[in-house]
């Protein structure tokens, strides 16, 4: 007769002996399960005791270890030094409460007491105008980190925010408040709305402001001023060093319209950064043989200027000796059509040492373009913003997008040296063009690459060139999405504001 374990797997029927044989030796086998059951529960009863006896002992020791870290004992002079270097660098600190002073006061009771006397933690201020019903609460915030600052000098930037326009007299009374702390400015940046917020500072005088290095006034679009002399006698303080004035009131009784000719004399010579927005347009029926004086700037390194006419940038840019400039940013304000080279294959002649070039490519001819860019072999950084246009073939015809521009920019021809590039605002430029001008581009010296797409992305680029990201080629992809900014934040206009474009987050740094 088979045994029992002979059976088992099988389809065969046991005998009533073999029946009993396989009970019992069920019954034994679950026994056995039954003891080894008991004993891991004996041994979990075991392990969770030991577990609580631990953690028992490992509470006071933790609480022991940290009277005794590096931390706590740090002297107050280092850990000043630490906070300082929390703030943020590129701009001040704004009124969140994750950020600045505000996070370093929820980390412990030393902490906040060492935060709120460090006056320079609160001498940094990023603030945002909120909606009328916020504005008080604001003002409070205000007026507390202008009391914590002490005599610190003051660096405050002033801002509106972007979905809200906030006109209320409310808003010049904070610059009052600022106003009554003059003598510590260092660096201001206020935006102005009615005449009143004008005339709280015209009030100061150059004695007022003894340290003021750097100032940027911005008079809100489309808010009317009355047309007015602005007397800002303390921009004549000896301290400054960087000033910025945008939209400023033209005075009624100059036909601006009219005017052919318009010179502006000041001593500049030391301009190391230069920006300047050309509003204006070039009257088509002026003289084609209007000249002028160059514009010779021997210690500019960086200038930026935004146009709406291109033959403004033209000729202006043909007259310009920059011998030191090293970074340069040409920009048009909309969409037009671009006549020319913009001037840049002469101020390259002037300016060896250019190293970036910032430029709007929507709008100009393909021929043009790269033009301009064959005069410039030795950039490194290179930004373009949109796709060049082709004339149209008949008197009737439309401008079309000229894609064979980034056939060339493939070629090493085109800017050979150049180690990054931004591409913005592509809307017809294909997948596979993009890839080639990569590919090709790293074959040189191309280290970082940037594409802001107005259209879907057919393929995954960070898929496709994975060979060139391992060899060391930085790669941020863009899909522009609508994000814009709906609710107050005291983040807006920093980079932790919700505002687009937005990189995509998967994206290296």
């Excluded at 935006?191 to 917020?197: I, R």
């Excluded at 000249?291 to 310009?320: A, M, Q």
């Amino acid at each position: 007769m088979a045994a029992p374990h002979e059976l088992a797997g099988t389809n065969a029927v046991p005998t009533e002996e073999q029946a009993i044989a396989i009970r019992q030796t069920l019954f034994s086998a679950k026994q056995h399960i039954q003891s080894l059951q008991d004993e891991l529960a004996n041994l979990t009863a075991q392990l969770a005791h030991a577990c609580k006896h631990r953690d028992e002992l490992e509470a006071p020791i933790r609480e022991h270890q940290a009277l005794t870290s590096a931390a706590r004992r740090l002297p107050d002079v280092v850990l000043r030094a630490i906070f300082i270097s929390t703030l943020p660098t590129h701009r001040n600190a704004s009124f969140a409460s994750d950020e600045g002073p505000y996070l370093l006061c929820r980390v412990s009771r030393r902490w906040r007491a060492l935060a709120m006397d460090t006056p320079c933690l609160w001498a940094s201020m990023h603030v945002v105008i909120p909606r009328a019903e916020a504005f008080l609460p604001m003002i409070d915030t205000l007026r507390l980190w202008l009391s914590r600052s002490t005599i610190d000098p003051l660096s405050v930037s002033v801002c509106f925010p972007k979905a809200v326009r906030t006109r209320s007299p409310l808003v010049t009374s904070l610059l009052a408040i600022l106003v009554g702390h003059a003598p510590r400015w260092q660096k201001m940046r206020v935006v102005v709305y009615e005449k009143a917020d004008v005339d709280a500072l015209t009030q100061l005088t150059a004695t007022d402001l003894p340290i003021l290095q750097d100032f940027d006034i911005t008079i809100q679009h489309g808010i009317s001023i009355p047309s007015i002399e602005i007397p800002f006698a303390f921009l004549r303080t000896p301290s400054l060093r960087r000033l910025t004035i945008s939209q400023l009131p033209q005075p009624d009784d100059v036909l601006w319209g009219r005017l052919v000719h318009l010179e502006f004399h000041a001593s500049i010579s030391n301009l190391i950064h230069f920006s300047l927005y050309a509003g204006w347009t070039w009257p088509r029926d002026a003289p084609s043989d209007m000249d002028f004086e160059p514009i010779r700037l021997p210690l500019l390194s960086e200038f930026r200027i935004l146009f709406s006419d291109s033959l403004i940038v033209g000729r202006t840019l043909e007259k310009c000796e920059f011998p030191s400039l090293h970074r340069l940013s040409v920009q048009s304000r909309w969409p037009q059509l671009i006549i020319g080279d913009l001037g840049l294959p002469q101020l390259s002649a002037a300016s060896p040492g250019l190293k970036s070039l910032e430029l709007t490519a929507e709008g100009m001819q393909r021929g043009a373009l790269e033009a301009a860019l064959h005069a410039l072999p030795q950039l490194e950084e290179l930004t373009l913003s949109g796709e060049p246009l082709y004339p149209p073939t008949t008197p009737q015809g439309a401008w079309t997008r000229d894609l064979g521009f980034f056939d060339a920019l493939a070629s090493p021809a085109l800017c050979a040296a150049l180690r990054k590039l931004v591409l913005r605002d592509i809307r017809r430029a294909s997948d596979a063009q993009l890839l080639a001008v990569v590919r090709a581009r790293c074959r040189g010296r191309l280290r970082e690459f940037r594409c802001q797409l107005q259209r879907p992305l057919g393929v995954d680029l960070r898929e496709e060139l994975r060979k060139e990201i391992a060899r060391g080629l930085q790669l941020k992809v863009e899909v522009l999405r609508d994000a814009q900014l709906k609710v107050y934040t005291p983040l807006e206009r920093t980079e932790r504001a919700p505002m687009w474009p937005h990189w995509s987050d998967d994206d290296d740094d």
